[in-house]
C-alpha cells in the first residue's frame, strides 16, 4: 500500500528477483517516469530501508528499468553491490 495523491493504493511489484546469494530485487519496469511512478518508488524505497534495516528477512534491492536493455546493467550493479556479501545472509 502506498499513497498518492491522498488516496491509498494497492501496490504489486513487477518482478521479484531472488539473487544466487539469496537477496532479492524488486524491479518496476515502466514505459516512461511520471508523478504516480515516482511515488511508488519513493514508498518502494522507504519499505527496502526498512527491511534492510529490521535485518529478519534477507537483503532486498529495489530499481527501476525504462528501457529492457537496462535490466542487465541494473543486474550487474546489484551483483557488484552483493559480492562481499554472498550466502552469510540466508
Known amino acids: 500500500m502506498y499513497a498518492h495523491k491522498g ?31 515516482r511515488s511508488k518508488r519513493e514508498y518502494l524505497r522507504e519499505w527496502v530501508e526498512a527491511v534492510n534495516n529490521h535485518g529478519g528477512f534477507g537483503i532486498w534491492h529495489e530499481s527501476a528499468s525504462f528501457r529492457p536493455n537496462e535490466i542487465a546493467g541494473i543486474l550487474e550493479g546489484i551483483a557488484r553491490k552483493e559480492q562481499g556479501r554472498s550466502f552469510r545472509n540466508n
Do not use: C, M
Not at 537477496?23 to 516512461?32: C, D, P, R, V
Open 7 to 37: 488516496a491509498v493504493r494497492k501496490y504489486s511489484p513487477d518482478f521479484i528477483v531472488r539473487l544466487n546469494n539469496g537477496a532479492h530485487l524488486i524491479l518496476e519496469t515502466k514505459g516512461q517516469d511520471n508523478e504516480l511512478a
